[in-house]
């Protein structure tokens, strides 16, 4: 057996949710700690939140999880956005501020999210990467706890998270609106997990849907619950009359879409199962019911149905509000920006959609790409964007223009579209007339939506400042409109240097204690590899079901991306009536082709044992 691996300390620009205190290894010492890496942008690392709040109920006099956060974009290395995220997403725990990403380099993360458990005694035991282990922690956490209780060395109590003060504002966190045909508009008040109705001056509640309180619960107005809800779609009035309800709320952490009659607020469940999206990607047509879905960001009417922001799994999907069937629309599942057509096109947690006056194309806020991209005749397009990697705040000639992470879109009768770019704090213009981006407002909360009302005023949803604001009269126009040549940002995660030839990829997969691989509907595993710029792959991009490839760089190609997507399935060994389990993730793992270069790529799917 190898030598066991001491966790190393915990150091970081500040903590939140520990009531002023730095908390260090110690202070853990005697109880499990699963140590979550984390960016506030990624929907993967939001799934995890979620997936690790039943464990930090079920053992609170036992474990401890502390959020380390190591962000992606510029924007998230900002404290104050950071302290307002945690609230925003219902973050519970500790979280240690890590700007410059050292405990994620000390912990050897290489994607996010990643967690790494750490046992009574301050040794690292199992590290992890991706989305979908919860039955494996909860195992590991009862083997954990079992064996120190036995040794003496597990100590019960009280963990160390203090709550923060609760504020007080009328909306918290506002995530879509849409106007009303009749004035005012409809809010997804996300924090407080309702939909409210606003006056046509943006601050007066008039109702709200919804009791606040994060919940699945179907029925009237006054008892309904959601969780999270962000985007919202009104139906056509015929679509309307057929469905029994006029207005599809995206209820994105329950994963789920639900139906409000606006008569009554009554809110049924339309679609989804309420179990996260694990599965295969297929062309058909399904039970809307009977579906899994992801993180349903945003609606759009579109092609004469309900197209949905699937975020959680980078794709378009669509759902029949009157044949009550949902199906995938476009892209891969595999993060990245490639345009096509839709069955081919990669997208990158699209969490906006907004359709021209004319109807034919379908705006998309595609946030982790940075990128404004459109649907129109069957093919997905890009009009300003670069990738994954790329971002800042330049306007101009829109090969040359950076968005930062921008999180909605509104098309105007003019033919351009509006961006709420989010983490700028700016609301954007691009036009196709003349494909140049401009700035019209600027030093915005985090706009993560805009509204044009009926008599031509556009409203931007400030999520982190709680309130809809009004763009100034003549914004728009092109004597409003600013011209910024701001920062460029790249984000430069170490690259991995590899030897051009022959090259050995090994995604390494533990099954969780208890679990065994299950092929009881085929193989077991799963693996997609492709390359940005795809010339760095000469062989060994494709789909297959070992997860280990063989995989040939090309030498004249000095740096690239690896996308790798791997997937494995487990049951519960041994017992009757066995659960079955998806494990499933993404990385883009940088890398550098030079002459001293390593020939194998070692990727963790899942990694229960280390040491």
Same mark, same amino acid.
């Given at each position: 057996?190898?030598?066991?691996?001491?966790?190393?300390?915990?150091?970081?620009?500040?903590?939140?949710?520990?009531?002023?205190?730095?908390?260090?290894?110690? +202070?853990?010492?005697?109880?499990?700690?699963?140590?979550?890496?984390?960016?506030?942008?990624?929907?993967?690392?939001?799934?995890?939140?979620?997936?690790?709040?039943?464990?930090?109920?079920?053992?609170?006099?036992?474990?401890?999880?502390?959020?380390?956060?190591?962000?992606?974009?510029?924007?998230?290395?900002?404290?104050?956005? %950071?302290?307002?995220?945690?609230?925003?997403?219902?973050?519970?725990?500790?979280?240690?501020?890590?700007?410059?990403?050292?405990?994620?380099?000390?912990?050897?993360?290489?994607?996010?999210?990643?967690?790494?458990?750490?046992?009574?005694?301050?040794?690292?035991?199992?590290?992890?990467?991706?989305?979908?282990?919860?039955?494996?922690?909860?195992?590991?956490?009862?083997?954990?706890?079992?064996?120190?209780?036995?040794?003496?060395?597990?100590?019960?109590?009280?963990?160390?998270?203090?709550?923060?003060?609760?504020?007080?504002?009328?909306?918290?966190?506002?995530?879509?609106?849409?106007?009303?045909?009749?004035?005012?508009?409809?809010?997804?008040?996300?924090?407080?997990?309702?939909?409210?109705?606003?006056?046509?001056?943006?601050?007066?509640?008039?109702?709200?849907?919804?009791?606040?309180?994060?919940?699945?619960?179907?029925?009237?107005?006054?008892?309904?619950?959601?969780?999270?809800?962000?985007? %919202?779609?009104?139906?056509?009035?015929?679509?309307?009359?057929?469905?029994?309800?006029?207005?599809?709320?995206?209820?994105?952490?329950?994963?789920?879409?639900?139906?409000?009659?606006?008569?009554?607020?009554?809110?049924?469940?339309?679609?989804?199962?309420?179990?996260?999206?694990?599965?295969?990607?297929?062309?058909?047509?399904?039970?809307?019911?009977?579906?899994?879905?992801?993180?349903?960001?945003? %609606?759009?009417?579109?092609?004469?149905?309900?197209?949905?922001?699937?975020?959680?799994?980078?794709?378009?999907?669509?759902?029949?509000?009157?044949?009550?069937?949902?199906?995938?629309?476009?892209?891969?599942?595999?993060?990245?920006?490639?345009?096509?057509?839709?069955?081919?096109?990669?997208?990158?947690?699209?969490?906006?959609?907004?359709?021209?006056?004319?109807?034919?194309?379908?705006?998309?806020?595609?946030?982790?790409?940075?990128?404004?991209?459109?649907?129109?005749?069957?093919?997905?397009?890009?009009?300003?964007?670069?990738?994954?990697?790329?971002?800042?705040?330049?306007?101009?000639?829109?090969?040359?223009?950076?968005?930062?992470?921008?999180?909605?879109? !509104?098309?105007?009768?003019?033919?351009?579209?509006?961006?709420?770019?989010?983490?700028?704090?700016?609301?954007?213009?691009? +036009?196709?007339?003349?494909?140049?981006?401009?700035?019209?407002?600027?030093?915005?909360?985090?706009?993560?939506?805009?509204?044009?009302?009926?008599?031509?005023?556009?409203?931007?949803?400030?999520?982190?400042?709680?309130?809809?604001?009004?763009?100034?009269?003549?914004?728009?126009?092109?004597?409003?409109?600013?011209?910024?040549?701001?920062?460029?940002?790249?984000?430069?995660?170490?690259?991995?240097?590899?030897?051009?030839?022959?090259?050995?990829? +090994?995604?390494?997969?533990?099954?969780?204690?208890?679990?065994?691989?299950?092929?009881?509907?085929?193989?077991?595993?799963?693996?997609?590899?492709?390359?940005?710029?795809?010339?760095?792959?000469?062989?060994?991009?494709?789909?297959?079901?070992?997860?280990?490839?063989?995989?040939?760089?090309?030498?004249?190609?000095?740096?690239?991306?690896?996308?790798?997507?791997?997937?494995?399935?487990? !049951?519960?060994?041994?017992?009757?009536?066995?659960? !079955?389990?998806?494990?499933?993730?993404?990385?883009?793992?940088?890398?550098?082709?030079?002459?001293?270069?390593?020939?194998?790529?070692?990727?963790? %799917?899942?990694?229960?044992?280390?040491?």
């Amino acid at each position: 057996m190898s030598a066991r691996v001491r966790a190393p300390e915990l150091r970081g620009r500040a903590w939140l949710n520990t009531g002023g205190k730095d908390l260090r290894l110690t +202070d853990l010492r005697g109880r499990v700690a699963v140590l979550d890496f984390w960016t506030f942008c990624c929907i993967n690392c939001l799934h995890v939140l979620d997936e690790l709040r039943p464990l930090e109920e079920k053992y609170a006099d036992v474990l401890v999880v502390i959020g380390v956060h190591s962000p992606k974009f510029e924007h998230e290395k900002d404290p104050e956005a %950071l302290a307002a995220a945690v609230e925003r997403y219902g973050v519970h725990h500790p979280v240690l501020d890590d700007p410059e990403l050292d405990m994620w380099q000390q912990y050897a993360a290489r994607a996010w999210p990643t967690l790494a458990v750490v046992d009574p005694e301050g040794y690292v035991v199992a590290t992890m990467a991706g989305e979908g282990h919860a039955e494996g922690l909860a195992r590991l956490i009862d083997e954990l706890v079992a064996t120190h209780e036995a040794k003496g060395t597990l100590r019960r109590g009280d963990g160390p998270y203090v709550p923060p003060a609760e504020p007080r504002t009328t909306l918290r966190f506002p995530g879509k609106a849409v106007a009303l045909p009749g004035g005012g508009l409809l809010v997804s008040d996300s924090a407080r997990h309702r939909v409210v109705e606003l006056a046509d001056d943006g601050e007066t509640v008039v109702r709200s849907v919804g009791t606040g309180s994060r919940g699945r619960v179907d029925g009237p107005a006054g008892a309904a619950t959601f969780s999270e809800p962000q985007g %919202l779609c009104l139906l056509p009035e015929h679509v309307a009359e057929v469905a029994g309800y006029d207005l599809v709320v995206a209820d994105t952490v329950n994963h789920l879409l639900r139906g409000v009659r606006l008569a009554t607020g009554e809110v049924v469940t339309v679609a989804g199962t309420g179990r996260q999206w694990r599965s295969t990607v297929d062309g058909h047509a399904h039970d809307a019911l009977s579906i899994d879905l992801s993180s349903p960001w945003d %609606l759009a009417w579109y092609d004469d149905r309900i197209v949905i922001a699937m975020a959680g799994i980078h794709q378009l999907w669509w759902f029949d509000p009157i044949k009550r069937t949902a199906g995938m629309y476009a892209g891969t599942t595999v993060e990245a920006l490639r345009d096509g057509p839709l069955a081919e096109a990669w997208l990158a947690q699209p969490s906006g959609l907004s359709v021209s006056a004319d109807g034919t194309r379908l705006w998309v806020a595609d946030s982790e790409t940075s990128a404004v991209r459109y649907v129109e005749n069957g093919v997905l397009g890009t009009a300003v964007g670069q990738g994954l990697f790329d971002f800042g705040h330049v306007d101009g000639p829109a090969a040359q223009a950076l968005l930062q992470h921008p999180l909605g879109v !509104c098309a105007l009768p003019d033919g351009s579209v509006l961006v709420a770019d989010t983490y700028n704090g700016a609301v954007r213009r691009y +036009d196709p007339a003349t494909d140049r981006v401009s700035t019209v407002a600027a030093d915005l909360g985090e706009p993560s939506d805009l509204v044009l009302m009926p008599d031509g005023a556009v409203l931007v949803v400030e999520s982190s400042a709680h309130r809809i604001t009004r763009l100034a009269p003549g914004a728009l126009s092109a004597a409003g409109a600013d011209t910024v040549d701001g920062p460029r940002h790249r984000t430069e995660r170490k690259p991995t240097g590899l030897a051009a030839g022959e090259v050995v990829l +090994d995604v390494v997969f533990t099954p969780a204690p208890g679990q065994k691989l299950d092929e009881t509907y085929g193989p077991s595993t799963r693996l997609v590899v492709s390359a940005s710029p795809p010339e760095l792959l000469l062989e060994g991009a494709g789909t297959g079901t070992d997860l280990s490839r063989r995989l040939v760089l090309d030498g004249a190609v000095a740096n690239g991306v690896l996308q790798v997507t791997a997937q494995a399935a487990t !049951c519960d060994a041994d017992v009757e009536h066995a659960a !079955c389990h998806l494990t499933r993730q993404d990385w883009g793992v940088p890398v550098r082709v030079v002459p001293d270069g390593g020939s194998r790529l070692p990727l963790v %799917l899942r990694g229960m044992d280390a040491g």
